[in-house]
Structure formats: C-alpha cells, structure tokens
C-alpha cells in the first residue's frame, strides 16, 4: 500500500496540532490532532477491505480486433474489466502499450462506486513485422480521498503476430518486348508438355520447331513458341532470398515485399492442387533455413510463417565457420612461400581461380542452392526470388540450381527500380542479365516490379492497367481456413 502526499499532509497537521496543544498548553489543541489521525485509521481500514475485493475480484480482458495484422496498419483493441460488487474506492485500469508499438492516444478507463463494469478502445501500430505481447494491464486502486493507492498488473498477455507490409501492385514480364502484367495473370512458368496452351513466349534454341506460334512471331518480329500446361505437378522448392539488402525501401515497398507475394502465390497454387512444396531461406550468415517438401495443410501453414518471418531481422553477423574470399587470398598467400610438392601441385589452381570461385561458393545464395539441390528431386521446379545486386554470383547460382531440377524459373526484382535512381542506362544492363538467365536452357527468368514505377522509361508504355493488380487480404498467419487470397499462378 502506498501512502500518499494528501496523508502525509493529514498526519503533518496532526502532529502539528498535536505540537501546538503543549507548547501553548491549549488542550483543545489535543482534539484537533486526534482527530485527523481517528479518520485515517478509519479511511484505512475501509480501503483496505475495498482494495481487497478489488485485487482479488478485478476481471481485465484484453480482446483485439485480429491476431494478425499487418505492420503499419493500426489494430483496435478493447480492454473490459468487471468487479464482482461495488468498492468503495476508485479502480483505475491503464493499458500498457507494447514494446516498439505506438498507441493513438493513452487511455485509462476508472471504475468509480457503484459501477462494476466499464471497457474501453483504442488502437496500437507496430511499424517493424514480428511477434509482440499486449502486456497486463497497470492497476491502481485509490482511496476515494486520495490518502492511499495499491498498484499491481492483471489480465494475461495476449500475443499478436505483425505481418510484413504487403505489396499490392505486383507486376511481372518476361522481357523488354513483354508486356507487364499483374502477378496471377502471367503463367507461362508453369508450362510442361500437356495438351492445353498455358502461354506464349520467346523462342529459344532448342525449343521444338512444331510449336511454333506464327501469329506472335508475324506480330512481335522474333520467334515465339506455344507452350502447354503441364499434365503433371512436380514438386516446387523455393529459394527466397532474405538478405538485409533486400530490405531497403519504403514499408510495403521492398524489394522483400515484392518477392514475398511470388513466393505466396506459389505457396496458394501448391495448396490449392496438393503440390509438394519446399522452402530455402537465404540469409545473410550464409546458413539457410530449410523446408523439404511437403504437401500436408500443417507443412503449407509452416512455408508460409516462414515466408512472413524472413527478413524481419536484419543486422545477422556472418558466420565465422564461412570462409571468406580473404581467408583463401591468405591461402594462396601461405602456398607462395610453402615448399613442399602438395604446395607446387596447388599453386597454379589457386592463382588462376582463388579469387572467383571463392567469391561465388561463399555467396549466400550459392550455398543455398547447392545445398537446397541436395532435397531436390530430378523432376523437381525451382523457384529462384532474389534481386540482381551481385550478377556474377547470381549467374553462378543459376548454373547451379539447372544441376538439380528440371525446370528453373527466377524472379528478380531490379535495383534500379528500388533505390531512387531509376534510369534507362541501368534498366538496360537488367535486362541485359535477365536475358542471359533466360537464355540457358530450361530456365526463365521475370522481371517483377512495382506497379508505381512502370511507365517511367521507355519502351514501357505498353503495360497491363495497374488497376487489374489482384487484391490481398490480410487473414492471419496462423489460420489455415483464412489463407491469404493470393492470386493464383498457374
């Protein structure tokens, strides 16, 4: 129990008066000190048994709109509280607001005699995605008069999952004479060898001459070839690329979110037809988390989570078990000097490919692929989502992954379009590199895009109305009947 300013203010003039009666030998003084100090003893008393039923009875809920919410977009939460009878005191109830959130305004909510029940609302924005706690609530218990208070915390925590922002103009093509179109929309990636065209694109070499679509090639000037849906569904692994780079931009913005949303669609179409799925990770300490596939309801809900979480915390230190492209320039640094006849056979490998193959195998996304290969099955599809930040490394990547899948199918979202500095020059040297994917057989390779930077540059006026983007909704995480209503690529 906590004393307050207003008894020690009693108890002062108590003794005072109490002081006053001898010093002046005025005995009615004496009444005026016992007084006050009568009535404290009964206020105490009182709000000692009111406090009592208070503490022990008080019922604080807290109930929030949603579970899950997406990291910007404020959440309403409701705080009710309801005492089993009147006390004779004043019950205070002030929500806490949670670490790294911001509330809309403070809110207490008292519950003064004879009023039992009361609830209040109010709304909570956390801008980073993550895990977070509405923590119990602080109750203070006052005495009518403000002589005394007893402070404590109830309710139970509740835990609300925060979404990454999720972008919602998602455009994809497969090259510079491609028209942009909305993520769903396109599905050439999905083509096999069935009886139903699924797309038409590009002619590559080695792609069968009867396909042929002499219509699009008399239209578009090149070659262009029909292909079909596949008649059956390969199991898909997914590498997404998670890396502290990707995250830059504005919230909803990143290239992150953007790839997020190919990686979701892909996740829909596998749950939506039963599909093995699998999941790679890429991070920046070179170790990658892993999901070999699987086609069960609970495996779909862990992809997604998963999805959701990566990038959410940046700043990971590198793993000192990796070999950095230093450590191998000291290597060949140690062989120069070594003597022996192993030094002399190694020299002339370390001098003509140290520094380039120690660069690419302790790229990220290279070790990721090699590693995610070893679960990929032959007749496997893999799904590649980076950006085109580290070319050369991104190359080998490819190569790599064509070793353990039948089919390849990257998705790279541009710099250019994401750090502010959007030019034709830079455009040009990504397409450049995303035609080079493509051009390696059985791989292709997209553009994805925001919808707000298409039109900028030109040669790309001909696009899709950024008003065709599917809509998403934000259901939650964890609820496998309200899935995210990603548009379906199929």
Avoid at 262 to 267: G, M, T
Avoid at 353 to 365: C, E, K
Avoid at 416 to 442: C, K, S, W, Y
Wanted: with cysteine; hydrophobic share 40%; proline share 6%.
């Amino acid at each position: 129990m906590k004393l307050t300013r207003r008894f020690w203010g009693v108890v002062t003039l108590a003794i005072l008066s109490g002081a006053g009666a001898v010093a002046f030998e005025r005995p009615a003084l004496l009444v005026a000190a016992v007084g006050p100090l009568a009535w404290l003893v009964s206020r105490q008393y009182a709000f000692v048994r009111a406090a009592g039923i208070a503490v022990s009875g008080l019922d604080v809920e807290f109930t929030p709109e949603r579970r899950t919410t997406p990291a910007g977009k404020p959440l309403s939460v409701t705080v009710s509280a309801k005492l089993p009878r009147p006390v004779s005191a004043v019950v205070r109830i002030e929500p806490d607001v949670p670490v790294g959130a911001a509330a809309d305004a403070e809110s207490t909510m008292l519950l003064e005699s004879p009023a039992t029940d009361g609830s209040l609302s109010f709304d909570v924005t956390w801008r980073v995605a993550g895990r977070y706690e509405l923590p119990p609530a602080r109750v203070v218990v006052e005495d009518a008069a403000g002589l005394f208070s007893v402070e404590t915390t109830m309710g139970d925590s509740v835990v609300v999952d925060v979404d990454p922002a999720r972008a919602t103009d998602v455009l994809v093509r497969g090259g510079r004479s491609d028209r942009f179109v909305p993520l769903g929309i396109s599905k050439p990636w999905l083509a096999g060898q069935g009886t139903e065209v699924a797309d038409i694109r590009e002619y590559k070499p080695g792609d069968p001459t009867n396909h042929i679509e002499w219509k699009a090639t008399a239209r578009r000037g090149s070659l262009h070839i029909r292909e079909f849906e596949a008649e059956t569904n390969p199991s898909v692994m997914v590498v997404f690329d998670a890396r502290a780079r990707l995250s830059a931009g504005e919230t909803g913005g990143t290239k992150l979110a953007y790839l997020r949303e190919v990686a979701l669609s892909f996740l829909q179409r596998s749950r939506n037809v039963s599909e093995p799925l699998g999941l790679t990770v890429v991070s920046d300490d070179g170790r990658p988390t892993m999901l070999e596939p699987g086609s069960a309801a609970s495996h779909y809900k862990q992809v997604r989570e998963q999805l959701f979480e990566a990038g959410s915390e940046s700043g990971s230190q590198t793993s000192q078990s990796r070999r950095s492209p230093g450590s191998a320039r000291a290597a060949a640094l140690a062989l120069e000097t070594e003597q022996s006849a192993f030094a002399r056979q190694l020299e002339p490998f370390f001098q003509a490919r140290a520094p380039y193959a120690s660069a690419v195998a302790n790229d990220p996304l290279y070790r990721a692929i090699v590693r995610h290969g070893s679960v990929a099955g032959g007749d496997s599809l893999t799904v590649i989502c980076t950006d085109d930040a580290d070319r050369t490394a991104l190359v080998e990547a490819v190569t790599a992954a064509r070793r353990f899948g039948s089919r390849v199918l990257v998705f790279l979202t541009p710099t250019a379009r994401f750090d502010g500095r959007l030019t034709q020059d830079r455009l040009d040297e990504f397409e450049r590199v995303r035609a080079q994917l493509a051009g390696m057989p059985n791989v292709w390779a997209y553009e994805v895009a925001p919808g707000h930077s298409i039109g900028t540059s030109e040669g790309e006026g001909d696009t899709e109305p950024q008003s065709a983007v599917g809509q998403h909704s934000t259901a939650g995480r964890g609820d496998a009947d309200t899935e995210t209503n990603v548009a379906e690529v199929q």
